[in-house]
């Protein structure tokens, strides 16, 4: 997130080669010193970090990470914050209202350009070393860029997709689907339960949001129908 420099703290590039350096991706500090040597006391630059919780291992594993990195690096003193996703939006809108924005932040991409409006992200492009950048999906970096600047990182990919059973539909008669109606009609001349059922979205752990799954999907094919995206051995595209 961007925030002001005052004279004497610590600038975004030298924050991030020292994350670099200590072998750690996204972190945040709090304030403190450190003596290192016979009285000699280290004074370290805070940078905060907020990640919304997925898990009841996300804030566990962050934490470690975290502390991982601050017994590395001698320069910066990493603090987190985990908040649920239904709050942390507006707890971050509240943060930066009150001029206390995180240095860094784990957040919905859509979030991004509500925030790129009142100029509350910074560019990353003159910061991060195109090495660096190598690691990442070149799809998922675009995914970021606005106006050819990269305004954030993919924190992880999570593709959507709609996948059907080639061999049931050789067996029925029937094409792979290019549009709604398709679909339909698969679905009722599949549909044979408790064997077979038409159409089915499926979910895994705690999951309960059936809109969540079916909008991504909804979102991948298009609201006119065209789902014209297989190739002529019956694979996607």
């Known amino acids: ?22 072998g ?7 304030c403190s010193d450190r003596v290192e040597g016979p009285g000699v006391a280290v004074k370290r630059k805070p940078l905060r970090l907020v990640v919304m919780d997925y898990d009841e291992n ?26 649920s996703w239904p709050q942390g939006h507006d707890l971050l809108v509240t943060q930066i209202g009150g001029g206390q924005a995180p240095d ?22 003159d910061l991060l070393p195109s090495s660096f950048l190598a690691h990442f999906v070149a799809s998922g970096l ?28 050789d067996a ?8 709604w109606d398709d679909v339909i009609k698969a ?8 064997g077979t059922y038409g159409t089915g979205l499926t979910f895994s752990g705690k999951s309960v949001s059936l809109d969540y799954w079916w909008y ?13 995206i297989w190739s002529e051995d019956g694979r996607s595209r």
């Open 58 to 83: 996300m804030k566990a594993d962050t934490q470690a990470l975290i502390e991982a990195f601050n017994q590395g690096q001698k320069q910066i003193e990493a603090s987190l914050d985990v908040y």
């Open 1 to 22: 997130m961007k925030k002001n420099t005052q004279a004497g703290s610590v600038s975004r590039r030298q924050v991030l080669k020292a994350m670099a350096a200590g």
């Open 24 to 30: 750690a991706g996204l972190l945040v500090p709090g």
């Open 142 to 169: 675009d995914a970021f860029r606005t106006n050819d600047r990269l305004m954030g990182l993919p924190y992880f990919l999570d593709p959507r997709a709609m996948y059907y059973r080639k061999d049931l539909f």
């Open 104 to 125: 860094l932040a784990n957040v919905a991409s859509l979030w991004l350009s509500e925030w790129m409006g009142i100029d509350e992200i910074r560019p990353l492009d």
């Open 172 to 179: 029925a008669g029937l094409g792979p689907p290019t549009t």
């Open 216 to 228: 991504a999907w909804f979102g991948v094919h298009g609201a006119t129908g065209n789902m014209s």
């Open 187 to 194: 679905g009722l001349e599949l549909h044979q339960p408790p």
